[in-house]
């Protein structure tokens, strides 16, 4: 794994006695320092979770596949050049360890509770919230397949990306 990450996992609390829940499996693979889990609806979590984005806003990002989300490499483009990810932007594999701490808030829980977590994070930290990044911004996700507005939504994405 790459140096000067940390994986702040939100779990929706229905997900959390979850036997088939994928993304608990990240816990047991990374070593503490990289990750940390917050659960939906425990008392202070939610609050944990805020302080730890706004420790360093600009270096925090949200994995969230919706129509504002930037690629990783806007995202990377839009960082501070003293932040050590300049490198990464220009193509390098190599990190500094002295790159700034890049934290990924990553939604755990069904389409409608992810929603429902981004949002409130979204009401909460205001113009403050993380960025919000998709992996494969061009490609359907099987978020936006659960939507009601699918198909209206995978047209739009497809229109845009053409141009």
Known sequence: ?????????????????????????????????????????????????????????????????????????????????DSGWAARRNGDVEISQESSLLRIVVLDGTYTNAKNMHKTIRKRLKENAPKNVALHPNEASKFHRAQKTYGASIAENLKNNKN
């Open 1 to 81: 794994l790459m140096p000067n990450v940390k994986f702040l996992l939100l779990l929706h609390h229905k997900e959390y006695l979850n036997a088939g829940n994928s993304a608990k499996v990240l816990l047991s693979l990374l070593p503490k320092e990289q990750i940390e889990l917050f659960v939906y609806g425990r008392e202070g979590d939610f609050d944990r979770l805020v302080e730890e984005i706004l420790i360093d806003r600009e270096h925090t990002l949200t994995l969230w596949p919706g129509r504002e989300s930037q690629t990783i490499e806007e995202f990377l483009a839009e960082l501070p050049t």
